[in-house]
């Protein structure tokens, strides 16, 4: 079992910055294909950023590409989402997840191939 625990949420004005980081305990973090996904109120989930079990590939949805960066440092069994010229309309509660190991070696996008979940940060982005 994968514990993920979320960090570095807050309130911050358009055009700022923010690094939301990801730790994780009980599995080796390795193993796992990692990805960040938002949500707002009466929205479905949805995913934001991914990096293979290496960080080899990496994925970013449409809306984010340009200002996101996803990393993982394997040594430390963390993740972040390093998250550039942000928007009001970036406003969500961010979760990491851990893809089940056997999603593959490949970044995932799908959601359902997410076995372990964070509790999720709040951002918020005012204009």
């Known amino acids: 079992q994968v514990q993920l625990v979320e960090s570095g949420g807050g309130v911050v004005q358009a055009g700022d910055s923010l690094r939301l980081s990801c730790a994780a305990s009980?599995?080796?973090?390795?193993?796992?294909?990692m990805g960040w996904f938002r949500q707002v109120p009466g929205k479905e989930r949805e995913f934001v950023a991914g990096?293979?079990?290496?960080?080899?590939?990496?994925y970013y949805s449409d809306s984010v590409k340009g200002r996101f960066t996803i990393s993982r440092d394997n040594a430390k069994n963390m993740a972040y989402l390093q998250m550039d010229s942000l928007k009001p309309e970036d406003t969500a509660v961010y979760y990491c997840a851990a893809a089940s190991a056997s999603a593959g070696f490949t970044v995932v996008v799908d959601i359902t191939k997410y076995a372990y979940w964070g509790q999720g940060t709040q951002v918020t982005v005012s204009s």
């Open positions: 009980g599995g080796t973090f390795s193993r796992y294909a």
């Open positions: 990096t293979s079990r290496t960080a080899g590939s990496l």
